[in-house]
Structure formats: structure tokens, C-alpha cells
Nanobody, 125 residues
């Protein structure tokens, strides 16, 4: 199982970015996929997850209404569309998965087995 995150960059407040997480070595829609972030000097925070098959999603309160997670099984990719970005969204973003768990509020509390390498998102004017 391998994950590769990309799509980060520098964006002004109020702007948008779309992150991609490409999976290989496994069938993407058999696994829940989560996005996490870690800002400098802070702990890791769960941002969003999507269930096996993409039927349900979950968002942290801090991003609800601004971020959208989606899955493209044909391209083995999970996307995180981030709109109305704020400076406090600045962080390294990671995608992760573990077939033992299900997407939901507790997904972010487990020690997941598989992680992508992270992509930097900087929101600044």
C-alpha cells in the first residue's frame, strides 16, 4: 500500500487549492482514506475522511463547509478541495489509510498504518 499526496502550494487568504492523494498497491475504494494536517509547533489534526466506496464523508468542524473530499476510483485518487482558505489552514497535509477502521469522528484517533509523504499548504498574503 502506497499513498502519494500532492497539490500544495502558496495561496492568498480566501483562495482555493485542490490536494490529490494517489493510491497504489491496493484497491482504493476498499479502504477509507483520511486527510490530516500538522502546523508548525502543533500536533497532528484530522481534517476529513471518506468511507470505503465513497458513500460517506466526515469533516472536522474547523473545515466544514469549506473543504470537500471526493474519490475518483478510475484514477485511484482521493481529492481534497479546499476553498475559502485561511492563514490557520497553513500546514503540511498528509493522506493516510488503514483498512481496519472506518471513516468517522474516531478515525482520526487511530494509529493508521499507511501514510503519504505530505504536501505543504501555505495561506498568506
Amino acid at each position: 500500500v502506497q499513498l502519494q499526496a500532492s497539490g500544495g502550494g502558496l495561496v492568498q487568504p480566501g483562495g482555493s487549492l485542490r490536494l490529490s492523494c494517489v493510491g497504489s498497491g491496493f484497491t482504493l475504494d476498499y479502504y477509507p482514506i483520511g486527510w490530516f494536517r500538522q502546523a508548525p509547533g502543533k500536533g497532528r489534526e484530522g481534517v476529513s475522511c471518506i468511507s470505503r466506496g465513497g458513500g460517506s464523508t466526515y469533516y472536522a468542524d474547523s473545515v466544514k463547509g469549506r473543504f470537500t473530499i471526493s474519490i475518483d476510483n478510475a484514477n485511484k485518487t482521493v481529492y481534497l478541495q479546499m476553498n475559502s482558505l485561511k492563514p490557520e489552514d497553513t500546514a503540511v497535509y498528509y493522506c493516510a489509510t488503514d483498512e481496519r477502521y472506518s471513516c468517522g469522528r474516531y478515525f482520526f484517533h487511530y494509529e493508521l498504518d499507511y501514510w503519504g509523504q505530505g504536501t505543504q499548504v501555505t495561506v498568506s498574503s
